[in-house]
């Protein structure tokens, strides 16, 4: 009798919900093209952002500001190629969302011509009402919170965020608010480890981070920087070192984050 393959069952954001509340982790990584939106998939990530970090790594910009809607919904629907299994998540672009009328139609072209099944947005507050639109509407959001590189010239540079009792007052309240607009996931990038840890633990969503530290619901990384060939940043890791091929280097990326080998304790901030 022939041996039949284990069944793959889509990633739905019922399945991520679970994931949190069993207490097992989930892997995300960024992907531009449908190659590596196959290997990812095929590697067991649950989770694959089409980031607008494609500015930087396909595209060669100092920051994520000139990316265009089209050029995001041109990276998804080629990544939506590979993919079967994982969940495709799709960032909404610089100047995109800045009205929630804007942003509901941003967020439709990215849905159908993108094929994206949520888009994500980086902002707090200003953001709740534009997160209340696209959820009624039908579309998952995950929200952005801490270091927004869509704002890093308001920021001056890239740096951890909610270190000060102050903003980490905010990025607290900002999470909160998003979840109760009906944001369905989080991501939380380069905060504290301990603040990230409370906001995990008070909502009811996933909360993924990066450079967050390891007591987040997930983890994410940019595949260039974790295959040792994009930025090297203190909460990466070169997942090639060590390693034979790409396709080791993620299945050994999503096996750490899943036996919270990664992030270890230095890959986070205090
Ligand atoms: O654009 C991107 O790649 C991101 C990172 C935080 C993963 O948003």
């Not at 396909?58 to 080629?78: E, F, K």
């Not at 801490?146 to 309240?173: K, M």
């Not at 595949?223 to 280097?249: N, V, Y």
Request: net charge negative.
């Amino acid at each position: 009798m022939s041996q039949q393959p284990p069944v793959r069952n889509k990633i739905s954001i019922t399945h991520l919900r679970d994931m949190k509340a069993n207490g097992e982790r989930i892997a995300c990584l960024t992907a531009y093209d449908a190659t590596f939106g196959r290997v990812l998939d095929e590697a067991g990530v649950e989770v694959i952002l089409v980031g607008d970090s494609l500015g930087m790594v396909m595209q060669g910009h100092d920051s994520t500001l000139p990316v265009t809607v089209s050029d995001m919904i041109y990276h998804s629907a080629n990544v939506r190629r590979g993919v079967d299994r994982a969940m495709l998540m799709t960032d909404m672009p610089y100047m995109s969302y800045a009205q929630p009328e804007q942003a509901l139609s941003t967020a439709a072209r990215i849905m159908s011509e993108g094929r994206a099944q949520m888009v994500k947005l980086e902002g707090g507050g200003w953001v709740a009402d534009t997160v209340r639109l696209l959820t009624e509407r039908g579309i998952p959001v995950c929200g952005h919170l801490g270091l927004q590189p869509q704002s890093i010239h308001r920021l001056g540079g890239y740096r951890v965020q909610g270190r000060d009792t102050e903003s980490a007052r905010q990025i607290r309240e900002d999470a909160r608010v998003l979840a109760d607009a009906g944001a369905v996931m989080l991501l939380l990038e380069c905060v504290p480890r301990s603040l990230a840890a409370e906001i995990t633990h008070a909502l009811s969503i996933p909360v993924i981070g990066i450079g967050a530290g390891s007591d987040c619901d997930g983890q994410i990384l940019v595949l260039h920087d974790m295959l040792g060939i994009g930025f090297s940043h203190r909460f990466t890791r070169d997942f090639m070192q060590g390693g034979r091929s790409i396709t080791e280097a993620i299945e050994r990326y999503a096996r750490a984050v899943k036996s919270r080998e990664f992030p270890a304790h230095e890959h986070g901030f205090d």
